[in-house]
T-cell receptor, first 113, second 115 residues
Framework: AQSVTQPDIHITVSEGASLELRCNYSYGATPYLFWYVQSPGQGLQLLLKYFSGDTLVQGIKGFEAEFKRSQSSFNLRKPSVHWSDAAEYFCAVGYQAGTALIFGKGTTLSVSS | DAGVTQSPTHLIKTRGQQVTLRCSPKSGHDTVSWYQQALGQGPQFIFQYYEEEERQRGNFPDRFSGHQFPNYSSELNVNALLLGDSALYLC??????????????FGEGSRLTVL
């Protein structure tokens, strides 16, 4: 069965420091991969996506992610974190465009000054 | 361009009652999915509607049902509410067409509290 693992439940990063959030998936073929962000009490906003092509994808708000097939990973990175980046981050995988997404349990990002 | 809109934003019910949540998809989108997000968890897929039919369903009991209308809007109905049904219910839409990259556009959700 397909699954998504986000090993880090909570991460605290100093403002201006770099960030990497981990995501591993379990699926036989190349899936559709997504990172979403959720602010408290809000819905989910798409940060970036990968379904083919260049394995390093750029998203909104200065985020990027790299797809590594050999490691079944799709880690999210940002070179310099801002206080406004504090939120919940979810990695998600789909096996076909338009079908159900499977989400990880999320990583809570706190930003310290 | 209006995004995905959901109503109501918050509601409180008691065990055994029934609830209906509503969703209007983003303009140009014809496929609607519903997700349940319990506190501290990621969203869990409930079902997806396209052309007024349920196309895919997650691991949820029959107490959870839905409907899609000709204008693509959708309803989620939950019968015989349990305490464990307390969650944020998210509606997401996407266009069903070639080249769709699979991303979902989410509404802000309906927060259901069951007492």
């Amino acid at each position: 069965a397909q699954s998504v693992t986000q090993p880090d439940i909570h991460i605290t990063v100093s403002e201006g420091a770099s960030l990497e959030l981990r995501c591993n998936y379990s699926y036989g073929a190349t899936p559709y991969l997504f990172w979403y962000v959720q602010s408290p009490g809000q819905g989910l906003q798409l940060l970036l996506k990968y379904f083919s092509g260049d394995t390093l994808v750029q998203g909104i708000k200065g985020f990027e992610a790299e797809f590594k097939r050999s490691q079944s990973s799709f880690n999210l990175r940002k070179p310099s974190v801002h206080w406004s980046d504090a939120a919940e981050y979810f990695c998600a995988v789909g096996y076909q465009a338009g079908t159900a997404l499977i989400f990880g349990k999320g990583t809570t990002l706190s930003v310290s000054s | 361009d209006a995004g995905v809109t959901q109503s109501p934003t918050h509601l409180i019910k008691t065990r055994g009652q029934q609830v209906t949540l509503r969703c209007s998809p983003k303009s140009g989108h014809d496929t609607v999915s519903w997700y349940q997000q319990a506190l501290g968890q990621g969203p869990q897929f409930i079902f997806q509607y396209y052309e007024e039919e349920e196309r895919q369903r997650g691991n949820f009991p029959d107490r959870f049902s839905g409907h899609q209308f000709p204008n693509y809007s959708s309803e989620l109905n939950v019968n015989a509410l349990l305490l464990g049904d307390s969650a944020l219910y998210l509606c997401a839409s996407t266009p069903y067409r070639p080249g769709n990259t699979g991303e979902l556009f989410f509404g802000e959700g309906s927060r259901l509290t069951v007492l």
